[in-house]
């Protein structure tokens, strides 16, 4: 148990600290409560998209607690008139983990429904100190990572908080959340990735325009189709290229491609030229994983052309700016699965939570 957190440090909680953290685990009033959810994006999503796929939607989860009761205590802090994000409030009480909880049981409060195991108007919790952001996201993470109850974009987003805000290392962030340090290390592999694709990944938010030398990218909301996994947002992030290059080549991996046509067709000297390129692209992913090739030492740009002008991949006859990117991107594509074979939506035992 968290108690207090210190650059690169972590600090467990004292016998006393932790008898007053659990001394109120009874009925509290709604109306004594503050919940603020925007400091839980998780819980903000789930409750307004009214569709979490881990608990069969939202209505499913409050009329769940409306038949059975509610099972699990959500946990407070004390206020002292201000909120975490610094808002003066009346309420005496702030939520620290339970928002969806608390949400169903005020929305069925307000229906007056009963619920099983409540006196009307109140909520099962407990109090713990909590005075800083930090520890507010190291407890809430806690929960949810015992609970299994974190997807990867939020698993990267918390360890990327406790890093770059609360100025914790790697050893300090496996230790707080228990799990290992080389999942950290994952995590923050990830997490180094440009703002704007991380958003995206969590929660489809749009990407504003780039410039770059290959031209002007752009998603707007709903444009996107495919959803990386974490190895691919993992192998992204190796890419030796700027911010704006990373983005762009993001924004050409989820957005869907342009239709081919009759896919009954027989394949055209440009699907050939495609394929190869494909080909000889998971190829060199093979010899990075057999070590024979380091990761990072390819440039598309420098490997894929016209044949009679010496480039080791070609191209075909069409040379232009947009066959070039496209090709580079299958490319791209293609040598990452090979790279990340196997780790394709799973993590080796001893990088996952509960091999601690």
């Not at 004594?32 to 569709?51: G, P, T």
């Not at 190869?276 to 990761?295: I, P, S, W, Y």
């Not at 040379?319 to 090979?338: H, P, S, V, Y």
């Amino acid at each position: 148990m968290v108690s207090h957190t210190s650059k690169g440090k972590v600090t467990p909680m004292s016998a006393t600290q932790q008898n007053a953290a659990t001394a109120l685990s009874q009925p509290v009033d709604l109306s004594k409560i503050y919940a603020d959810y925007d400091l839980n994006s998780r819980s903000k999503r789930n409750i307004e998209d009214m569709a979490d796929t881990e608990s069969a939607g939202f209505e499913g989860f409050q009329a769940n607690i409306g038949t059975n009761g509610q099972i699990t205590n959500i946990i407070l802090r004390n206020t002292n008139g201000k909120s975490l994000s610094g808002k003066k409030v009346d309420q005496p009480y702030e939520v620290v983990v339970g928002f969806r909880r608390f949400r169903a049981i005020s929305n069925l409060h307000a229906k007056k429904a009963k619920v099983p195991n409540l006196p009307p108007g109140t909520i099962l919790a407990e109090v713990r100190e909590v005075k800083t952001i930090i520890e507010f996201r190291i407890l809430n993470g806690i929960e949810n990572v015992q609970r299994k109850d974190l997807k990867a974009p939020d698993m990267v987003f918390l360890a990327r908080e406790l890093a770059t805000v609360g100025g914790m290392n790697q050893v300090s962030i496996a230790d707080a959340l228990g799990i290992t340090q080389g999942w950290v290390s994952k995590l923050l592999k990830v997490g180094g990735l440009p703002l704007p694709v991380l958003e995206h990944w969590r929660d489809n938010k749009p990407i504003a325009a780039i410039q770059t030398k290959d031209g002007v990218f752009e998603l707007k909301a709903g444009e996107s189709k495919t959803e990386l996994t974490e190895p691919e947002m993992r192998a992204l992030a190796e890419l030796k290229s700027t911010p704006e290059e990373i983005t762009a080549r993001y924004i050409r991996l989820v957005r869907p491609a342009p239709a081919q046509g009759d896919s009954d067709a027989a394949p055209t000297e440009k699907d050939k030229i495609l394929e190869n390129v494909k080909e000889t692209a998971a190829l060199m992913g093979c010899m990075v994983r057999a070590g024979v090739l380091d990761n990072g030492s390819l440039d598309w740009n420098r490997v894929i052309g016209p044949k009679k002008k010496g480039y080791p991949i070609d191209c075909g006859k069409d040379d232009n700016q947009e066959r070039l990117i496209e090709l580079g991107d299958a490319a791209q594509e293609a040598f990452d699965k090979e790279v990340t074979k196997g780790a394709r939506g799973v993590e080796r035992k001893s990088d996952h939570p509960s091999a601690n």
